[in-house]
């Protein structure tokens, strides 16, 4: 398997990556605070169908402030939740997030790190919203890419052939 993948990239000019969840540890690794659906008293499984199904205006960008992002996902579940807990919970994703993007795993950077010096061209292609990708500028990885695109910033989302 692995003189496979080795000779497959080899053969390769470009390497096109996602970022959350594939360049990024586990997100149960992310930080030591809670996720954002245990903050405020929702399901796991209700929260992930808000973000995955029901969100598209922030991934795109069409939604830009991190407070109203979560505003509108929480109360979607539960319109009773708090304001104050909404703050604090948008204030705990952004830490959550930015931990994720400054704290790459080891291997990933060096082995981005090695595809690029065989000259290979990186580029990065994420859906995320503002928020996720705030702390980007400090991510290890940042300059590894020739190309980085976020959904946030360019107004569609994968899978639109758009992007």
Avoid: Y
Avoid at 41 to 62: A, I, M, Y
Avoid at 103 to 113: D, E, K, Y
Avoid at 119 to 145: C, H, R, T, Y
């Amino acid at each position: 398997m692995t003189t496979d993948l080795t000779s497959t990239i080899s053969s390769k000019t470009a390497v096109l990556f996602d970022l959350f969840h594939t360049l990024t540890a586990l997100e149960s690794t992310w930080s030591s605070g809670p996720m954002t659906h245990e903050m405020l008293g929702v399901s796991k499984e209700d929260w992930n169908r808000q973000l995955l199904e029901c969100s598209r205006d922030r991934l795109v960008g069409k939604m830009t402030d991190p407070h109203q992002i979560i505003r509108r996902l929480a109360r979607a579940i539960d319109p009773a939740i708090s304001e104050d807990l909404i703050v604090r919970a948008t204030e705990n994703r952004i830490r959550r997030f930015a931990g994720a993007l400054v704290n790459i795993p080891p291997t990933t950077v060096a082995v981005l790190t090695a595809l690029r010096r065989a000259g290979k061209k990186l580029a990065l292609i994420s859906n995320a919203d503002v928020m996720e990708v705030q702390a980007w500028e400090q991510s290890p990885i940042a300059d590894v890419f020739h190309a980085t695109l976020f959904s946030c910033h360019v107004g569609c989302a994968k899978p639109e052939p758009e992007i």
